[in-house]
């Protein structure tokens, strides 16, 4: 499989990629915070203090005005980082560095076995975030499983026909699938956030929901809606189930 100019490779620190692959196997995204780890515990904390801090020094705002910006352009565009930048002119690669320029492993929380879970799952694997690549390539490191991934989709990548398209755009899904040659029953999207969920599935995805209580201005909803194929409370739970094992 081509990776596409969307997806950047996984350097692992000391494996090369190892994920189980066929030319009929899935392929499965991945997003990262509250899907692949806890980022409620703390994570979402620091990246706000940071995004808030950034806003402030770039606009001369105090930190509740800073704080009301970063919501906002966060609920109309998919990232913080694009309304600064499509409004203010700030860099977005310099916003996205300033907002997550923390000391990732002193915040970690994760599910234990997520390794050997990841490796006994076939299909191709990537990641598929909102959040910035090095925030996202620091994340996956400490949590010792970039070998099972074929490569990262960070929101610096998801530029198409020159605009910034996050998730949920369903430019970027078609985008996405077109350039690495997948037809939409191949494609597997693994989510926390019931939206993106619900565009993917509109492009013919399969949808697995992480169910997680603390992701932020998400919907406290426990049942699965139609448009969700499988509803879990955690990734271990997906992997273990028979779904993933297809």
Known sequence: MNRSRFIKPLQAKSHSYRAKTSPSSRVWF?????TIHDASHSF???ISIGMVNAVMQHMQLDSVAAKELCELYWKRYGATMIGMHKHHQLDPEQFLLD??????????????????????????KYILTNAPEHYAVQVVEGLNISQYFAGI????HMIVFGKY?????????????????????QCVLVEDTLSNLKTAKKEGWQTVYIYH????????????????????????????HPFAQE
């Open 99 to 124: 907002s997550h320029n923390f000391d990732v492993s002193k915040h970690m929380k994760f599910e234990h076995h997520l390794p050997a879970l990841l490796d006994a799952v076939p299909g191709t």
């Open 44 to 46: 979402f904390e620091q």
């Open 165 to 185: 398209k996050p998730k949920p755009a369903p430019a970027l899904l078609r985008q996405l699938q077109a350039s690495l040659g997948l037809e939409p029953q």
């Open 30 to 34: 991945f997003d990262l915070d509250n």
């Open 153 to 156: 989709c960070a929101v610096n």
């Open 213 to 240: 209580p603390g992701t932020p201005f998400g919907p406290q909803q426990v049942i699965r809606p139609a448009y969700v194929d499988l509803r879990v409370r955690s990734l271990s739970e997906l992997l273990r």
